[in-house]
């Protein structure tokens, strides 16, 4: 009786065994034929895209502000409040980020030459979260906008008059990608 168990056994695993490998050369037929789809071919041969040079950036915002949108807006002096042109100003910008979804910018915040380093630092930087929050508002994604303060330290016109520092109490928009 301990023998036809066995026997039983052997032929049992036998079977496994020839089932196991069969399968394995199914699966290995299958991966050889998928390996050779010429569709999954052309995927690993595109390149990836091209990085985005300054000049590119450059191109895209004369583009955008021939259009009316990514124009600097101005504040007054001591104040990061938007002004209703400013506001104008951001709706043609929004309205140009949403034709341009792959588009991102960065809100940058700058000063007269008044005050402390430290301050206008702090004064660019409510300024350019101030037009940040209203582009988001008005529904620009929050991750498409980043923002950074120059304080003093990029004035547009060098001058030490108030002409020259109502044009430096500004922020200015400029894409970062456009992928």
Known sequence: MMRIGIKGLSISIGLVLVLGLTSCSSR???????????ASEAVEEQAPPESVTASDLEALKDKAQAEGALLPIYFDFD????KPGS?????KTAAWLSKNSMVKIKVEGNC???GTMEYN????DRRANSAKEYLIKIGVAANRLETISWGKEKPLDPGHNEAAWAKNRRDDFNPTSSQ
């Open 87 to 91: 506001e104008k100003t951001l709706d």
């Open 121 to 124: 630092v702090a004064l660019g």
């Open 79 to 82: 104040k990061y409040n938007l």
């Open 112 to 114: 007269d030459e008044h």
């Open 28 to 38: 290995a037929k299958n991966l050889k034929t998928e390996n050779m789809n010429p």
